[in-house]
């Protein structure tokens, strides 16, 4: 059985009871007004054993503001710190890391039960329409890595993805479609 979920004009198909949103948990909503951020989904990939944060924004709905390419870096490394941030909370069991745990699937409660095991993915999916260049796209993911990468690399990640939807959808990497927009 899957939940489908519409964010940026993109349709995401996650399995039920696998995959979490921070922005439902309650302690979440608390600490949203003190500059804390999400990514927009958690997915336990029970069959890789590996736990992606994924962020979905479409480009061509973004103000002006949100567009530069310095705005949307800092949003997104700052959705991606925050997040881990969340996670680690969980995993450490501080009393607001339980209450996110809550939340959370029970393999991510629980998980890693040892550090070798900790398989994350941060994976940002931009929607983009014809006016933004692939370029753009490989200079803000070189952007992205760059100011993550000491962070990142505590959670045993290498690099952070961010793809566009076209290739993701091309190449099958997340269970994601492109829907209709209405008239």
Known sequence: ?????????????????EH????????????SGQK?????????????????????????????????????????VDKATDSLLML???WAKTGKGQEFSAC??????????????LKLKLFFILKIDVTM???EIDALRYRLNDRLRGRVALFNIRYVSLVDHLTVIKHNLLPIEEIEEET
């Open 104 to 117: 959370l699937p029970l393999p991510v409660q629980q998980f890693p039960e040892h550090p070798e095991q």
């Open 36 to 76: 804390l951020k999400e990514m927009d989904f958690g997915w336990w990939q029970k069959e890789q054993n590996r736990l992606w944060l994924i962020e979905i924004k479409d480009y061509a709905h973004l103000t002006t503001e949100e567009r530069l390419p310095n705005h949307l870096l800092d949003n997104l």
């Open 133 to 135: 260049f692939k370029d």
């Open 1 to 17: 059985m899957m939940t489908a979920y519409i964010e940026s004009g993109l349709k995401l198909n996650l399995p039920k009871g």
């Open 88 to 90: 680690a909370s969980c």
């Open 20 to 31: 979490f949103r921070f922005q439902d948990c309650e302690v979440y909503k608390k600490l």
